[in-house]
């Protein structure tokens, strides 16, 4: 099984600032990666696929980068509504799993 | 526009099963497999298995597929999620998902308390 480690466990940050958020997998998962934004008695919403690829509707602000088994997504200048927890999802084998997540939260 | 509508809330025993749908809408329900995936109180995403609506094949983890029923009903788009043997750790929120680019949407989530 791969297992995915997100760092850091919490970022506590200040709007308008740079959020940097890591994920990354015991074993290669190639470009196999997305991530996932979720607040507060919502369902996840996909932000990036195929490791760098925007979802549809999701702002500029949000990007996201690596490969095999290190990845980063960026979110260029917080806004309010990005305050939220972020996963990592792996789907390189056909057990898809989750990263534990990464709270974004107000300093 | 694409939509998976759930199944409300349930409460149940220990020892019983529970049975969440899932409809979906605004694509062609065959043409893309459905996942499930739960969240315990507080705690992460862990993905149970999923269903290819088209043939009906399923796959799930070694933990869930002794008590874990997936089937589908492509006459009205609806997939379901049957989990048998409930103990108060399967209290959660279950989600479905459609697999586009990824899960790439989601239903609203159906909370099930096992409660005795």
């Known amino acids: 099984e791969i297992v995915l480690t997100q760092s850091p466990a919490t970022l506590s940050l200040s709007p308008g600032e740079r959020a940097t958020l890591s994920c990354r997998a015991s074993q290669s998962v190639s470009s196999h990666l997305a991530w996932y934004q979720q607040k507060p008695g919502q369902a996840p919403r996909l932000l990036i696929y195929d490791a760098s690829k925007r979802a549809t509707g999701i702002p500029v602000r949000f990007s996201g980068s690596g490969s095999g088994t290190d990845f980063t997504l960026t979110i260029s200048s917080l806004e309010p509504e990005d305050f939220a927890v972020y996963y990592c999802?792996?789907?390189?084998?056909?057990?898809?799993?989750f990263g534990p997540g990464t709270k974004v939260d107000i300093k | 526009q694409v939509q998976l509508v759930q199944s409300g809330a349930e409460v149940k025993k220990p020892g019983a099963s529970v049975k969440v749908s899932c409809k979906a809408s605004?694509?062609?329900?065959?043409?893309?497999?459905i996942h499930w995936v739960r969240q315990a109180p507080g705690q992460g995403l862990e993905w149970m298995g999923r269903i290819n609506p088209d043939n009906g094949g399923t796959k799930s983890t070694q933990k869930f597929q002794d008590r874990v029923t997936m089937t589908r009903d492509t006459s009205i788009s609806t997939a379901y999620m049957e989990l048998s043997s409930l103990a108060s750790d399967d209290t959660a929120v279950y989600f479905c998902?459609?697999?586009?680019?990824?899960?790439?949407?989601w239903g609203q989530g159906t909370l099930v308390t096992v409660s005795s």
């Open positions: 998902a459609r697999d586009g680019n990824d899960f790439d949407y």
């Open positions: 999802l792996q789907r390189s084998s056909w057990i898809p799993n």
């Open positions: 605004g694509y062609t329900f065959t043409g893309y497999h």
